[in-house]
């Protein structure tokens, strides 16, 4: 090892960039030498500026369900940056809703945001990257592997996203444009996202200790450790891996 920054020299796209675990990975990013832009909806109007904070780090306005907004969104940074290495399609959104009752209108806006904007997010990555290669990362959940009953429009969403990787994976690779595609798939991670679902049950305080126990090693994730794993996808060190599902989930899914 050199001590190098893993990220060095690479500019990065990082969706949900504003909040949880799309604003650690974006921290994250930046500490490891990249230079990061967050794409989200939540960005104030004055922030498509740099963010004071941290010089690498880049706000503009995004909706990843918006084909015009994704083209405004790269062509942008191709001018302030000159290219484009990383993508991270981390912006989601969750309904709980079960298949009886569930409105068809709020099942279609989960589909909207977690399936459409993570395949427009994978194209304009492709049309991006196809010349010089590069990373994309698809924050999927363990949802996209095991089902709960009242989560059918999620579940959905991220059993589509798992396997929209790998066809952009495979397709990429027989394309050869140097450019890889996997999928994370967490469990609980403590984001405001999941805050806001366990807030809306009956006893939050009892979910929360309900769902900390169902993970095999005691706890719901900080999303700095879904975000170490996202490092690794971005950086070099994971050359070889494409259309693969990384699992980070303290075990849930082992049992
Ligand atoms: N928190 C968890 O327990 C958990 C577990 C597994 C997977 N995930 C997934 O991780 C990802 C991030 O979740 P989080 O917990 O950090 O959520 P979060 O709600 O904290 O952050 C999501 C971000 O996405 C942005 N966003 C929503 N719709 C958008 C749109 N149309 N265009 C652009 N940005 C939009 C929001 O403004 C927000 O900043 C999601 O895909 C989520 O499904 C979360």
Redesign the pocket.
């Known amino acids: 090892m050199t001590g190098a920054p893993r990220l060095a020299g690479k500019v990065a796209l990082v ?10 990975t974006a921290l994250r990013f930046a500490a490891h030498g990249a230079q990061v832009v967050i ?5 104030a109007e004055n922030a498509s500026e740099r963010d004071a904070e941290q010089d690498a780090l880049t706000s503009l306005v ?5 084909e015009a ?1 994704w083209a405004r969104v790269v062509e942008e940074v191709e001018r302030r940056f000159g290219k484009l290495d990383v993508v991270v ?6 309904v709980v809703g079960d298949v009886e009752t569930m409105e068809l209108e709020a099942f279609r806006r989960v589909l ?3 399936v459409e ?2 395949f427009l997010g994978c194209r304009y990555a492709v049309r991006a990257m196809k010349e010089s290669g590069g990373s994309i990362v698809n ?5 996209g592997i095991i089902g709960t009953p009242n989560l059918v429009a ?1 579940d959905a ?2 059993g589509a ?1 798992r396997l929209l990787t790998k066809s952009v994976a495979l397709y990429c690779a027989k394309r050869r444009y140097g450019i890889r595609c996997n999928s ?14 366990v807030a809306g049950t009956r006893d939050p305080e009892w979910t929360k200790n309900a769902l900390a126990a169902a993970v095999p090693i005691g706890r ?2 900080q ?1 700095e450790e ?1 975000a170490d794993l996202i490092v690794y996808l971005a950086s070099d060190e994971s050359k070889f891996v494409t259309g693969s599902e990384l699992v980070i989930d303290g075990g849930l899914t082992a049992q």
């Open positions: 969706t949900g960039g504003a909040s949880g675990i799309g604003r650690a794409g989200d909806l939540a960005v995004l909706d990843v369900t918006n907004s399609n981390g912006a989601g959104i969750v909207a945001v977690n904007g993570v924050i999927s959940s363990v949802s999620y969403s991220k996203v994370v798939h967490p469990t609980f991670v403590d984001t405001p996202m999941f805050k806001r679902v719901v994730a999303p879904i």
